[in-house]
């Protein structure tokens, strides 16, 4: 993907599944906006440190959030809710 590319991504989400936030080899994405339709968890991970460093018990949005993400740190939104949720995020390609 070109510098300056949008990354969107709108899907469902089952219970206790996770919709992960990772570019390819070599790309860094800033994920500006994340949306959630029901509770949720957000985790930072290298995939296999974890770390949750965001939680909500709604649906809800994250909005004006630069969050850096690459292939080796990346963050997954989990779902808690009890059900499939649709979860998203936006942002845009900046390596």
Known sequence: MAIGSSVITHSSVANSAVLT??????????????????????????????????????????????????NTIYLTLKNVSGGAIYMGYDGYVIA
């Not at 860094?28 to 949750?52: F, K, S």
Request: hydrophobic residues 45%; glycine residues 10%; charged residues 15%.
């Open 21 to 70: 936030i990772q570019p390819t080899a070599g790309a860094v994405w800033v994920i500006q906006n994340l949306y959630m339709g029901g509770a949720w968890e957000i985790h930072r991970t290298d995939g296999t440190n974890d770390i949750t460093i965001m939680a909500g018990v709604i649906a809800d949005s994250i909005q004006n959030r630069d969050m850096l993400v690459s």
